[in-house]
């Protein structure tokens, strides 16, 4: 299992901008794919997210389509999640998570993502 640390979330302004990354440990970095996901209060855990080893090609959720960009840089083992534009509804714990699947696209889905990290809090404010 790879070890999983998020940082980067807080409070921010409807509108706004921040930088979450994930540092990972204990396994060879790149081997993973890496996803991102978010749990609101009283909602399901829901796709952000993701990017294959490579760092080639990534995925996103239509909701932040445009907004949000997924990207990793192998040498740092770090993994990072640029959100602008920032709405209330992106309010929730961000996770990122590792995949070992080899798919043709980068995973989707919770159960493809054997690792995850603590998470960190996002609040916007309108």
């Known amino acids: 299992q790879v070890q999983l640390v998020e940082s980067g979330g807080g409070l921010v302004q409807a509108g706004g901008s921040l930088r979450l990354s994930c540092a990972a440990s204990?396994?060879?970095?790149?081997?993973?794919?890496m996803g991102w996901f978010r749990q609101a209060p009283g909602k399901e855990r829901e796709f952000v997210a993701a990017?294959?080893?490579?760092?080639?090609?990534?995925s996103y959720a239509d909701s932040v389509k445009g907004r949000f960009t997924i990207s990793r840089d192998n040498a740092k083992n770090t993994v990072y999640l640029q959100m602008n534009s920032l709405k209330p509804e992106d309010t929730a714990v961000y996770y990122c998570?590792?995949?070992?699947?080899?798919?043709?696209?980068?995973?989707?889905?919770?159960?493809?993502?054997?690792?995850w990290g603590q998470g960190t809090q996002v609040t916007v404010s309108s």
């Open positions: 998570a590792a995949s070992n699947t080899v798919l043709g696209l980068p995973p989707t889905e919770p159960e493809l993502f054997a690792s």
């Open positions: 990017i294959k080893r490579s760092g080639i090609s990534t």
């Open positions: 204990g396994r060879t970095f790149s081997n993973y794919a």
